[in-house]
């Protein structure tokens, strides 16, 4: 007999953030500017002995926290090949080509992705959502997923299977 998989989604108000950002694309870089994300958590996976997957609450406090770590700051992608990056005690240097900025190190996060597209925003919220909710000790799931939106109508969803525990 094959168990019952269930599925969870969390969306809330405090999982959005507000951030600038540019990404490169066929040979050129977008202007710098912003979106007010928003962030939508899925899980699948299976009851547990108390009867559910995983508790909403866990999933809200670790997705809100993560949240909070790219709230009202400038997204860089530190594996981006065609950027290049300096720094010195208060401020980074970033340079694509001719274009460079200069922004305070408190306003920025260096994301280890290639990319800063809502793809890869996605698979990094995934990624550090998972990590989290495996350090926890949750055992029960088969996927944890994530959807970012960078506006009405624009989203993108990324995911991670679980091997079964």
């Not at 999982?15 to 958590?41: D, P, Q, S």
């Not at 950027?83 to 900025?101: F, L």
């Not at 800063?116 to 925003?121: G, Q, S």
């Amino acid at each position: 007999m094959s168990q019952r998989i269930y599925r969870l989604q969390v969306t809330k108000d405090q999982l959005g953030f507000a951030a600038a950002h540019f990404i490169t694309m066929r040979g050129k870089c977008e202007r710098l500017h912003g979106h007010n994300y928003r962030v939508t958590v899925e899980v699948e996976g299976f009851l547990g002995e108390d009867k559910y997957v995983v508790d909403f609450g866990v999933l809200k406090k670790h997705a809100t926290e993560i949240a909070r770590t790219l709230d009202h700051r400038v997204l860089l992608a530190a594996e981006n090949a065609k950027i290049a990056y300096s720094q010195d005690e208060q401020h980074i240097t970033v340079c694509y080509e001719e274009k460079y900025y200069v922004f305070p190190l408190a306003e920025v996060i260096l994301l280890p992705i290639e990319n800063t597209t809502a793809e890869l925003l996605a698979s990094y919220f995934c990624a550090e959502l998972s990590e989290r909710l495996h350090h926890d000790g949750v055992n029960t799931l088969k996927m944890v997923g994530v959807w970012v939106s960078e506006g009405p109508g624009q989203q993108a969803f990324a995911n991670i299977e679980w091997p079964q525990a």
